[in-house]
C-alpha cells in the first residue's frame, strides 16, 4: 500500500514536470520567431540573412514610414476598425440584448446564424460579398463595403463577449432603479452599461483588432486606390524581400504595447480574457 | 390634464417595451439576412453560372462545369492538402494550447504570468504577415533551423515549399485565440471539485481525465472549430511559407478570382470547401464530446 503510494506520487510530480516544461516550450515557440523577426528590423544587410543582426540601422524604419501604400494602408485600417468598432458593438448590444433577456421564436436559428461568421471560412465570406456588394447592390465605396464586411465578421466575438456579461448580470439592481422611478432608458444608461462596461470594453478590442487584421475578407473588398494595412503588407511581401516587413513588425509592436498597457490599466488582463 | 399626458406617455412607454424585441434585433437581422444569409445563398446560384472568359459578369445559363473542374485531380489534391493541414494544425493547437491555458487560470498572478497575458493579447494586433514573415526567418535557406543543423554539422535544406513550414506556422496563428477560448472554460470549473476527487483517492492523472477534461469541454471544442477554419480559410501562410508550390483551396478561389476573374469556378470551389468545412465542424464537435464521454 505503501509503496503503491509513492510510485503515485512520483508519477505525478514527473508528470507535473512534463506539463510545465511543454507549457514552457510553448510560449517559447509563440515568442521566438516574433524576436527573431523584431530584431532584423535593425540588420543593415539588404536581403533577408542569418539571424543574429550584424549592425544597427534604422534604414528600414525610414523604408517603410516613406512607402505611400503602407501609410494610406495604416490611415485606412485605423478608419475602419474604428468605424467597425462602433457599428458591431452598436448591433452587438442590441441583439445580445434580445438574445439573453427576450424568449422568441428561432432565437436558436438567430444565435447560430450569429456565430456562424466564425465557423464559415473568411475567403467565402469575402468572395460572397464582393458578388453582393459590387455585383447587385452597385455599392462601388470599398470603404463601406470593408465596414459592411468587417461588421459582419465582428458581429460573432462581440455578441459572446457581451452576452457573457449579461449573462452574469443581476437584474435586482435595475428593478430597484425602476421602482425609485428611474425609466428604461435611464436605467440602461446609468445602471446596466457601466455594469457590462467591462465586457463593452473587451468586445470593443477583439472588433477592433479582428478588422485590423483581417485579409481573407479584405483581399476580395479592395479596390486599387483603397487597400488596408494588411493587404498593403501582402502585396508588398509578394515582390520584395527585405526587412522593411520587419520594421513594419517591430513599429506595429510599439504601438501594441501602448494597447497592451493601456488595457492591464483599465481593466486588466485577467478580466479581459475571463470574458470569453 | 396632467393625467391624460402620462397616459400617453405610458402608452409609448408600452409600445416600446412590447416591440422592444424588434428594435433589438433589426439592426442585426438586416446584416445577417440581406448582406450576409442572402450572398452566401446568391454564391451558390453564380457557382452554376456558365463563365465568360474575360469578364466578371458570367452568362446565368445553368451548367455543372464548375463542379465537374473542381474536382479534376489538381483540385482535389487542393482539397486533401486543405483537410491535412487544417487537421494536423487543429490538433496540435488544440493540445497545445490546454496546458498554457490552465496555467493561465489557475496560476497566482506574478510578473511572468501578465508578461505571458500581455504578449497573448497583443498578438490579436500583431499582423497575420508579420507572424508568417516570422517563420521565414525560422524557416527560410539561411533561417535559424538551417543554422542549428549547420551547426552540429547536419546538412540543411530547403524547408519552405513543404507542408511543414505551413503547419507550424498556423499552429503559431491559433495558439493565441485557442487559449483565449479554452481558458473561458476551464474558469468556469470549480476547483473544489478537484480537491474533491482528491480527497477521494483519485490520481492527477484520474482528476484529469475524468473531470477537469470533460469539464472544459466546451472551450476545447470552440477552439478546435476556430483553429480549424482559420486554417482553412487561409491563404497568405501557403501563399508565402509554400513558396508558391502550395495551393490551398483557399489560394484557388483567391486566385481564380483576382487573376482570371472566373467568378463561377471560385464560387464552386467557396461551396466545396463550406460544405466540407461544415462537415469536419460538425465531425470534430462530434468526435470531441464523444472521446471525452468514454473516458
Known amino acids: 500500500m505503501i509503496h503503491l503510494k509513492i510510485s503515485k506520487k512520483i508519477i505525478d510530480s514527473v508528470g507535473k514536470i512534463i506539463v510545465n516544461m511543454l507549457i514552457w516550450a510553448t510560449f517559447l515557440f509563440l515568442l521566438l520567431p516574433i524576436v527573431f523577426a523584431l530584431s532584423m528590423a535593425f540588420d543593415p544587410r539588404e536581403y533577408v540573412a542569418y539571424f543574429p543582426p550584424i549592425g544597427f540601422t534604422l534604414h528600414w524604419f525610414e523604408v517603410f514610414l516613406n512607402n505611400s501604400s503602407f501609410i494610406g494602408g495604416l490611415k485606412n485600417s485605423l478608419l475602419i476598425a474604428s468605424l467597425v468598432t462602433v457599428t458591431s458593438l452598436t448591433v452587438g448590444i442590441l441583439c445580445s440584448l434580445a438574445l439573453v433577456r427576450y424568449d422568441f421564436k428561432g432565437k436558436e436559428f438567430l444565435n447560430t446564424l450569429i456565430l456562424s461568421p466564425i465557423i464559415v471560412p473568411g475567403v467565402i465570406t469575402g468572395a460572397a460579398l464582393v458578388n453582393m456588394l459590387y455585383g447587385y447592390l452597385g455599392l462601388y465605396n470599398s470603404l463601406i463595403n470593408l465596414i459592411i464586411g468587417h461588421t459582419i465578421i465582428t458581429i460573432p466575438y462581440v455578441v459572446r463577449t457581451i452576452s457573457a456579461s449579461l449573462i452574469g448580470f443581476n437584474r435586482t439592481l435595475e428593478e430597484a432603479a425602476q421602482v425609485l422611478g428611474a425609466n428604461e432608458m435611464t436605467t440602461f444608461i446609468k445602471i446596466t452599461l457601466p455594469i457590462i462596461k467591462p465586457g463593452i470594453v473587451a468586445a470593443a478590442i477583439f472588433a477592433f483588432s479582428v478588422s485590423w487584421g483581417d485579409v481573407n475578407v479584405a483581399a476580395f473588398l479592395i479596390d486599387p486606390r483603397t487597400t488596408t494595412f494588411p493587404v498593403a503588407l501582402m502585396g508588398f511581401m509578394r515582390y520584395n524581400f527585405n526587412n522593411a516587413i520587419a520594421a513594419a513588425s517591430a513599429f506595429l509592436v510599439g504601438v501594441t504595447s501602448v494597447f497592451m498597457i493601456i488595457i492591464e490599466k483599465t481593466i486588466g488582463f485577467e478580466k479581459f480574457i475571463g470574458l470569453w | ?295
Open chain 2, 1 to 295: 390634464m396632467n393625467t391624460s399626458e402620462n397616459n400617453k406617455k405610458n402608452l409609448l412607454m408600452y409600445y416600446i417595451r412590447r416591440y422592444a424585441i424588434f428594435i433589438f434585433l433589426f439592426p442585426a437581422l438586416i446584416l445577417l439576412i440581406f448582406l450576409y444569409l442572402l450572398p452566401l445563398l446568391l454564391l451558390l446560384i453564380r457557382s452554376f453560372y456558365t463563365y465568360v472568359p474575360g469578364t466578371l459578369h458570367p452568362k446565368p445559363i445553368f451548367t455543372l462545369e464548375n463542379y465537374l473542374i473542381t474536382f479534376r485531380p489538381v483540385y482535389l489534391n487542393a482539397i486533401g492538402l486543405t483537410l491535412r493541414i487544417s487537421v494536423i494544425t487543429t490538433i496540435f493547437t488544440v493540445i497545445l494550447s490546454y496546458p498554457l491555458s490552465f496555467y493561465l487560470v489557475r496560476s497566482k498572478s506574478s510578473f511572468i504570468k501578465k508578461f505571458v497575458m500581455g504578449f497573448l493579447i497583443s498578438s490579436f494586433f500583431m499582423q497575420l504577415l508579420v507572424r508568417v514573415y516570422a517563420f521565414l526567418h525560422v524557416y527560410g535557406d539561411s533561417g535559424v533551423i538551417n543554422q542549428m543543423l549547420g551547426l552540429f554539422g547536419l546538412p540543411t535544406q530547403s524547408w519552405i515549399g513543404g507542408e511543414w513550414p505551413v503547419i507550424v506556422s498556423m499552429i503559431h496563428q491559433g495558439i493565441p485565440i485557442a487559449v483565449l477560448v479554452q481558458m473561458g472554460s476551464i474558469k468556469n470549473i470549480n476547483p473544489e471539485i478537484e480537491d474533491a476527487a482528491k480527497i477521494l483517492g483519485a490520481s492527477s492523472a484520474q482528476t484529469f481525465f475524468k473531470i477537469i477534461l470533460p469539464l472544459s469541454l466546451p472551450g476545447f471544442i470552440a477552439s478546435a472549430l476556430l483553429s480549424f477554419t482559420g486554417a482553412a480559410s487561409a491563404f497568405i501562410t501557403p501563399m508565402i511559407l509554400g513558396g508558391g508550390r502550395l495551393w490551398m483551396m483557399a489560394n484557388y478561389i483567391y486566385f481564380r478570382f483576382t487573376d482570371t476573374l472566373n467568378y463561377p469556378l471560385a464560387a464552386a470551389m467557396s461551396a466545396v470547401l463550406l460544405l466540407l468545412s461544415l462537415f469536419v465542424c460538425y465531425g470534430i464537435n462530434g468526435v470531441i464530446s464523444r472521446w471525452v464521454k468514454i473516458k
